[in-house]
């Protein structure tokens, strides 16, 4: 069956650090573009990094540029989302999604676009001191 499952979530001091995991079983990776979501409670969700199927085009949300990187490994079958100098708002459900193409057509934007798309269960990141 076709599966994401993401990991690396918990809690973590103000200015600490977390790299999450988005591992695919069932399917391959390599064709498709992958985003990172994230949903606060009583927020909506939003979109914050997206990487194209060959890892050559990356887009992040304006608040959390130079925080977070999206990366990942074919081989492995697996996408990463390093986050640096955490803060409290960053406090979230994180999710990760395989798009049925392999370009981000709206950039790191959450929307309809996604809504059919393969997703995983989330991991919780909870940034306090």
């Known amino acids: 069956q076709v599966q994401l499952v993401e990991s690396g979530g918990g809690l973590v001091q103000p200015g600490g650090s977390l790299r999450l995991s988005c591992a695919a079983s069932?399917?391959?990776?390599?064709?498709?573009?992958i985003g990172w979501f994230r949903q606060a409670p009583g927020k909506e969700r939003e979109g914050v990094s997206c990487i194209s199927s060959s890892g050559g085009r990356t887009y992040y949300k304006d608040s959390v540029k130079g925080r977070v990187t999206i990366s990942r490994d074919n081989a492995k079958n697996t996408v990463y989302l390093q986050m640096n100098s955490l803060k409290p708002e960053d406090t979230a459900v994180y999710y990760c999604?395989?798009?049925?193409?392999?370009?981000?057509?709206?950039?790191?934007?959450?929307?309809?676009?996604?809504?059919?798309?393969?997703w995983g269960q989330g991991t919780q990141v909870t940034v306090s001191s």
């Open positions: 069932g399917f391959t990776l390599d064709y498709y573009a």
């Open positions: 999604a395989a798009d049925s193409g392999p370009v981000c057509l709206r950039g790191a934007t959450y929307d309809s676009n996604w809504y059919l798309a393969t």
